[in-house]
């Protein structure tokens, strides 16, 4: 039998950043899977001297590697520069954010009785973050919404092709075409024209504010959600709201080349160095990578390690409850691994 070690850059970020990358790696090392770690440091002392958000070590080691684990990283206030995350997906076309919202076992939120259970697909690459803006008189701003159909067609196709693979049953596409006829309109027929193409599964449509409001009442009814770029921003924060938060939440931006998986909350600078950052969203985050590696029973045992030691509530970290460290955290997930 060969063992295969794989390639990733490992962006650890600042603040709480480096504390839960070093858990995620202690985690990941421990299912087994040899990963070729290969860290590239970005935070916002290197954006401000770099003078770029991506600089070219960044780029090189992604590059390299076609797959990248990162954490928080700040963007420099003040500075006019890009969102790094931004960055990264057009650098990398990185055109769709896969975000799973699920409930974890033990973890008390306002849907106790309910189990959620649900992916996000957002279309990652243009919309209003086309980022084309401009005054045409004073105090008069600009900016243009940009959708296109090689770009709805393709995030329609792959989350229709997700839920055909993972065996889920339902797709809603969640849009403002009543509104926006035209643009919102164009993505719309972009996926009903993939949803012809899978009988199987079940499609509908949502306006956006509605869609809104149904996940907040009935967030156990969805399954996938189908969404371009600024709702879709918008809605993940909502859906990972109802689970407990941006910091029990993976993500994923996948591109058909290369792939990033994220945890999406902030840098925290409060608690950095206080050992009680809670690596959970980085550690699912690399589940998900260890998924697209084809490192399927180690993704499914690191998962279960962290849904076995939130059922037991003994060693949770501060912000889900609990009074153990990053540390006591991570070493709870890795004796829970098999």
């Known amino acids: 039998m060969v063992n295969v070690s794989y390639p990733v850059t490992l962006i650890p970020g600042d603040g709480i950043g480096p504390e839960v990358a070093e858990a995620t790696v202690r985690a990941v090392n421990a299912t087994g899977v040899s990963i070729d770690w290969q860290r590239a440091d970005l935070n916002a002392s290197i954006i401000s001297k770099a003078g770029q958000v991506l600089p070219p070590h960044v780029i090189e080691s992604l590059e390299r590697t076609h797959v990248g684990l990162k954490g928080p990283v700040t963007t420099p206030i003040a500075g006019g520069f890009q ?11 990185l055109y769709a954010n896969v975000r ?3 409930s974890l076992p033990g973890l008390k939120t306002r849907f106790d009785d309910v189990k959620i259970d649900m992916v996000i697909f957002r279309e990652n690459t243009e919309d209003l973050y086309s980022g084309l803006e401009h005054e045409v008189v004073k105090d008069v701003v600009t900016s243009l919404k940009v959708i296109t159909r090689a770009a709805s067609i393709r995030i329609a196709e792959y ?3 997700f839920a055909k ?79 407990g938060g941006l910091g029990v939440v993976p993500g994923a931006n996948m591109g058909d080349r290369d792939a990033v998986f994220e945890a999406v909350h902030g840098s925290a600078p409060d608690i ?13 985050s690399s589940a998900l990578m260890l998924l697209h590696l084809g490192e399927r029973d180690a993704a499914k045992r690191l998962r279960g390690a962290i849904e076995r030691v939130y059922a037991e509530q003994k060693h949770l970290p501060p912000d889900v409850g609990g009074n153990a460290s990053t540390g006591e955290f991570t070493d709870a997930v890795i004796a829970n691994l098999n």
Not at 166 to 182: D, E, F, P, Q, T
Not at 273 to 283: F, Q, S
């Open 159 to 161: 989350a229709f092709a």
């Open 165 to 243: 693979n993972s065996g889920r049953k339902k797709v809603a596409a969640i849009h403002k075409a009543n509104i926006m006829k035209l643009a919102d309109g164009l993505f719309l027929r972009c996926c009903r024209e993939v949803a012809a193409r899978f009988p199987d599964i079940e499609y509908k449509e949502l306006i956006v504010d509605n869609a809104s409001l149904q996940l907040v009442i009935r967030p156990e009814t969805f399954d996938i959600l189908l969404l371009p770029n600024l709702y879709g921003d918008i809605v993940s924060d909502l859906a990972a709201g109802l689970v």
């Open 83 to 93: 969102s790094v995350n931004v960055a990264l997906r057009k650098q990398f076309d």
């Open 100 to 102: 799973p919202v699920c």
């Open 272 to 284: 950095a160095g206080k050992g009680i950052a809670n690596p959970t969203a980085l550690i699912l």
